[in-house]
């Protein structure tokens, strides 16, 4: 089970770190991502982590603006989020692949998702 959290209401060009813990099971040998839902529009990439930690992917439009990392520890992901913008407002979703270790930019290639926390971005 995946829980994410940390979303809220921030201004534009503030910033955000959302969190994905994981419950019942260790996620930390598997790829996992966070996607995002727009109202009215469909569930998009963000970033992506590979099982070992070595490999990241980030959507176009955030580079260089998020990160996605890793706590093996606390078996929880993170994506810190900087330079928000109002387009950046979406439900985030986490989730994890246990078919492609090295990750994806594809919804459909994950089979776990945590239930979505609200980032709002105020103008």
């Known amino acids: 089970q995946l829980q994410a959290s940390g979303g809220g209401l921030v201004q534009n060009g503030g910033s955000l770190r959302l969190s994905c813990a994981a419950s019942?099971?260790?996620?930390?040998?598997?790829?996992m991502a966070w996607f995002r839902q727009a109202p009215g529009k469909e569930r998009e990439f963000v970033s992506a982590?590979?099982?070992?930690?070595?490999?990241?992917y980030y959507a176009e439009s955030l580079k260089g603006r998020c990160t996605i990392s890793r706590d093996s520890a606390k078996n929880t992901v993170y994506l810190q989020m900087d330079s928000l913008k109002p387009e950046g407002t979406a439900v985030y979703y986490c989730a994890v692949t246990m078919r492609y270790y090295s990750g994806s930019t594809y919804a459909d290639r994950y089979d776990y998702w945590g239930q979505g926390t609200l980032v709002t971005v105020s103008s």
């Open positions: 019942g099971r260790t996620f930390d040998s598997y790829a």
């Open positions: 982590l590979s099982w070992s930690g070595g490999t990241t």
